[in-house]
């Protein structure tokens, strides 16, 4: 579903990729934030995703025009990730409403992984 918005000169819809994207872009800046993950359902490998493929590791659900958001993220090596979390979703719930004018409900992170950074 998309969002909608509407103003005095007509309504504006935002579709679930463009939030994904905005997100994904987010998140990937936090500190603790490795990257993305991709999970292989059917092997249960873990990959990370690119920097050009971030929304696959991010889930967005739109219900009435409130933004559900699920991450599947790789954190770095000897990171709080209690504290890497809570400032993942401070950042992208502040940038994600700046950017749509929609309020985020909820944000999920799902920690896939760790990597050691060099």
């Given at each position: 579903m998309r969002g909608r918005l509407n103003n005095k000169l007509g309504e504006i819809q935002i579709h679930p990729?463009?939030?994904?994207?905005?997100?994904?872009?987010?998140?990937?800046?936090?500190?603790?934030?490795?990257?993305?993950?991709a999970v292989n359902m059917k092997d249960g490998l873990v990959r990370l995703l690119k920097k050009d493929s971030l929304t696959r590791g991010v889930d967005v659900e739109?219900?009435?025009?409130?933004?559900?958001?699920?991450?599947h993220v790789i954190v770095a090596y000897g990171v709080n990730i209690s504290a890497v979390s809570e400032n993942l979703m401070e950042s992208v719930k502040y940038k994600v409403e700046a950017f749509t004018g929609m309020e985020v409900d909820r944000i999920n992170i799902?920690?896939?992984?760790?990597?050691v950074i060099d």
């Open positions: 990729d463009v939030i994904a994207q905005c997100a994904g872009n987010a998140a990937v800046e936090c500190f603790g934030i490795v990257g993305m993950a739109i219900v009435d025009n409130h933004i559900h958001i699920n991450f799902f920690v896939e992984g760790v990597r």
